[in-house]
């Protein structure tokens, strides 16, 4: 199979799963720090597994970066650390598929793009530069209009005209960051929404939308006072007091978290079918009764890690080939490049 992907709900064929290194990876370090280390690396990759399961369940074929487990962050002959980038858990994160093809910038752990290669040998390898807006987590396609931030760098400009050449250009704001944590298509005409996100009309026109309110991190157990150590970045249940592992994943794993105070996980989500989805959160009502409502049942994923990786169900993987073709969901829209470009005061549209 090659590329196929026009938007983010036809039946889901292909999908790259993110892999995480083992829990011997951290041998050698002080019990205090080692020890959460190994937890995490142990229940996310129980937690991969779990959702390679669910995937092969619903008749997906997944793939996998692989690592050379034999791998340690301090080498044993020296005692030296190493600054070992993170493993190849995003691979949302420098990849873009669009359309029938497939892009890979190596800005991320170096299998991700040789797993790429070896399932289509014709994917494009970019320049080694940094396209950090310019990746299937900030870009997406809805049949024939493709959504990406806002205005490129001058030096980006001639590249976004080349590869969005044949779609109808939607901007969305330059700040958004990662699109899908702020809102997601889960059908023609359904969408998943932060709720401080409400200007929909020129884009999604008279499509029902799902408005979540931003979760409450004051309710977290231990929040307030780990966010003065990490600045908001991640979050650990019971390793709060831990000043050690604070201060060790602040100075030596600071590449492999993000900044999770400002991620909303119930919106990132990952659907298989115009009936299924993958759902981090099982409790949340709200979007329960939303899917129900257009006839999608909730698939729970346990994604026990999520606030220390900052990357939810739909950042761990990345769509391949769904079956399906490329539309005109919007037909009344002249076919020529449009831009939507939100004021600064604005998220998106």
């Known amino acids: ?14 999908c790259m799963l993110g892999n995480n290194f083992t ?18 690396c142990n229940e996310t990759l129980e937690d991969l597994a779990g959702y390679k399961t669910v995937l092969e369940d619903f008749g997906v074929k997944v793939i996998q970066p692989e690592l050379d487990n034999s791998l340690r962050f301090i080498e044993a002959t020296t005692g030296v650390i190493k600054d070992y980038a993170r493993g190849p858990l995003q691979p949302r994160d420098h990849q873009l598929i669009l359309g029938n093809t497939g892009y890979t910038w190596n800005q991320d752990h170096h299998t991700i793009a040789e797993c790429l290669i070896a399932y289509d040998p014709k994917t494009v390898i970019m320049p080694n530069v940094d396209h950090s807006d310019f990746n299937s987590a900030t870009v997406f396609m809805v049949g024939k209009d493709v959504y990406h931030p806002g205005k490129p760098k001058r030096k980006f400009a001639a590249l976004y005209d080349h590869i969005f050449r044949n779609h109808r250009r939607n901007t969305l704001s330059e700040d958004l960051g990662h699109t899908d944590g702020c809102f997601h298509t889960l059908k023609p005409g359904v969408i998943l929404s932060l709720f401080d996100i409400q200007n929909y009309e020129s884009t999604f026109p008279e499509w029902d939308i799902c408005y979540l309110p931003d979760e409450s991190w004051v309710k977290v157990q231990g929040w307030n006072s780990l966010k003065r150590k990490n600045a908001g970045k991640w979050y650990l249940a019971g390793e709060t007091d831990n000043d050690e592992f604070i201060h060790f994943v602040n100075h030596w794993l600071d590449d492999w978290v993000g900044y999770v105070e400002e991620s909303v996980f119930d919106v990132n989500v990952l659907v298989l079918d115009e009936h299924h989805v993958c759902i981090s959160n099982p409790h949340n009502e709200i979007v329960n009764a939303f899917l129900k409502k257009h006839k999608m049942e909730a698939i729970y994923v346990p994604w026990r890690h999520r606030f220390f ?10 769509d391949l080939y769904r079956e399906g073709t490329q539309q005109d969901y919007f037909p009344d829209r002249p076919n020529h490049a449009i831009n939507h470009t939100l004021p600064a005061t604005s998220k998106i549209i």
């Open 23 to 40: 829990p011997e990876f951290f041998n050698g370090l002080p019990d205090a720090v080692a020890d959460p280390l190994k937890r995490i």
């Open 1 to 14: 199979m090659s590329y196929n992907i026009w938007n983010k709900w036809d039946t889901l064929k292909v």
């Open 309 to 318: 990786w900052d990357g939810g169900l739909h950042c761990i993987t990345l």
